[in-house]
């Protein structure tokens, strides 16, 4: 079992910066890929970005790459969601994820409670 809490929300302006952070508490984190979602009301959940276990490999959204950068601190067990030059269309839900798929091909899925980021003037 893995537990994710989310920090870091609220209104902010067009052109803007927030960082978000994931805090995960758990056994074997290491094993577990930590990502991002987004998600705004009557639409599917867009994946975002995602970090591996090391920190060392990430993967960005073609929709963010440049915008957005993912980072993990794994003595921490934080992932960081570096968002800048935010836009209203940034509006959404954030859920952070961790992610795990063991030698036996099963794959282990938590989320976080999710919390709002709105970019309006």
């Known amino acids: 079992q893995v537990q994710l809490v989310e920090s870091g929300v609220g209104l902010l302006q067009p052109g803007g910066s927030v960082r978000l952070s994931c805090q995960a508490s758990g056994r074997a984190l290491i094993n577990y890929a930590l990502g991002w979602f987004r998600q705004a009301p009557g639409k599917d959940r867009e994946f975002v970005a995602v970090?591996?276990?090391?920190?060392?490999?990430?993967v960005v959204a073609d929709s963010v790459k440049g915008l957005f950068t993912v980072s993990r601190h794994t003595t921490k067990n934080t992932v960081y969601l570096q968002m800048n030059t935010l836009k209203p269309e940034d509006t959404d839900v954030y859920c952070c994820?961790?992610?795990?798929?063991?030698?036996?091909?099963?794959?282990?899925?938590?989320w976080g409670q999710g919390n709002q980021v709105t970019v309006s003037s």
């Open positions: 994820e961790a992610r795990h798929r063991d030698s036996s091909n099963n794959e282990y899925k938590f």
């Open positions: 970090v591996d276990g090391s920190g060392k490999n990430t």
